[in-house]
């Protein structure tokens, strides 16, 4: 069964400090992966996605890798800004039965402070 | 191009009544997906479907809920004689080619709050 963690839950940084959110996730055989951004009491937002076959990912201050042998992802923000705060998830493609579906994690809390 | 769109944003409902959520895809997607986030937890897979067929419904609890896509008009999640365990944000993605090649594009969610 696939199970994805991110780590940490929640996370407090300066506003301009560069930024590390982890993902990992049980079972290799996934066909991509997807970043995405909620804000309190919105819906989501993606950010990047990575197709199995690619490293990584890039949109503006935004960088995703994707290391799909280990299990892992990370997102890194570059100069944080008070507005990059949110909740962001993770979640990977996987296809069961002729069926497909997004498993995501529990998120990473994102607070930059001004 | 419209994004998802859900209604109502809101529902309120008392135990034993019907909640009924619907979701109209992005123009030209034909793959529907709804999610369930529950309080403190993560986004859960509930049901995928495409138009008039459901192709899984493996997330959906046995009884009360049900989906439907119509060839004509939105995709319809019904929740039947709700109870407070029901109370979640219930979120609903389309796709235009399934999320084995494509993106999944995310509704604004319809929060639901069982009395």
């Known amino acids: 069964k696939q199970e994805v963690t991110q780590i940490p839950a929640a996370l407090s940084v300066p506003e301009g400090e560069n930024l590390v959110l982890n993902c990992s996730f049980t079972?290799?055989?996934?066909?991509?992966l997807q970043w995405f951004r909620q804000d309190p009491g919105k819906g989501l937002t993606s950010l990047l996605l990575?197709?199995?076959?690619?490293r990584e990912q890039t949109s503006g201050r935004l960088n995703a890798s994707l290391d799909k042998s280990s299990g892992r992802s990370t997102l890194y923000i570059a100069a944080s800004q008070p507005g990059d705060s949110a909740t962001y998830l993770c979640a990977v493609c996987i296809t069961q039965g002729g069926s497909e579906k997004l498993v995501f994690g529990k998120g990473t809390k994102l607070t930059v402070n001004p | 191009n419209a994004g998802v769109m859900q209604n109502p944003r809101h529902l309120v409902r008392r135990r034993g009544q019907e909640a009924r959520l619907r979701c109209s895809p992005m123009k030209g997607h034909s793959h529907v997906y709804w999610y369930r986030q529950l309080p403190e937890e993560g986004l859960k897979f509930m049901v995928y479907l495409q138009k008039e067929n459901i192709i899984d419904e493996s997330g959906m609890p046995k009884e009360r809920f049900s989906a439907e896509f119509p060839k004509e008009g939105p995709s319809i999640l019904r929740i039947q004689q709700v109870v407070r365990g029901d109370s979640a944000a219930y979120f609903c993605?389309?796709?235009?080619?399934?999320?084995?090649?494509?993106?999944?594009?995310f509704g604004p969610g319809t929060r639901l709050t069982v009395l």
């Open positions: 079972d290799s055989a996934i066909y991509n």
């Open positions: 990575i197709q199995s076959s690619q």
């Open positions: 993605a389309s796709s235009p080619l399934g999320g084995v090649r494509g993106e999944q594009f």
